[in-house]
């Protein structure tokens, strides 16, 4: 698959990364000040998993910089 058909894909992905994100950020809060507590462990869980989209979503922005460095570097 070339790199211009991988775009399009990548960047839907990152959107839905992002959305998905946003909406255990919003979660979260609910959840942490209603128990009062950070150590929740429904807490911790919904934090655990907002940490593996922000590890995902940095991946893949590290994949979007190679990619420009190598155009440039191939101008």
Do not use: H, S, W
């Given at each position: 698959m070339l790199d211009?058909?991988?775009?399009?894909?990548?960047?839907?992905?990152k959107n839905y990364l992002l959305k998905q994100l946003q909406s255990l950020r919003l979660k979260l809060h609910e959840i942490a000040e209603a128990r009062g507590s950070l150590t929740d462990p429904d807490v911790l869980a919904i934090s655990e998993e907002a940490d593996q989209l922000i590890v995902a979503l940095q991946h893949i922005q590290k994949n979007e910089l190679t990619e420009l460095t190598l155009r440039r570097d191939n101008m």
């Open positions: 211009k058909e991988r775009a399009p894909k990548r960047a839907m992905d």
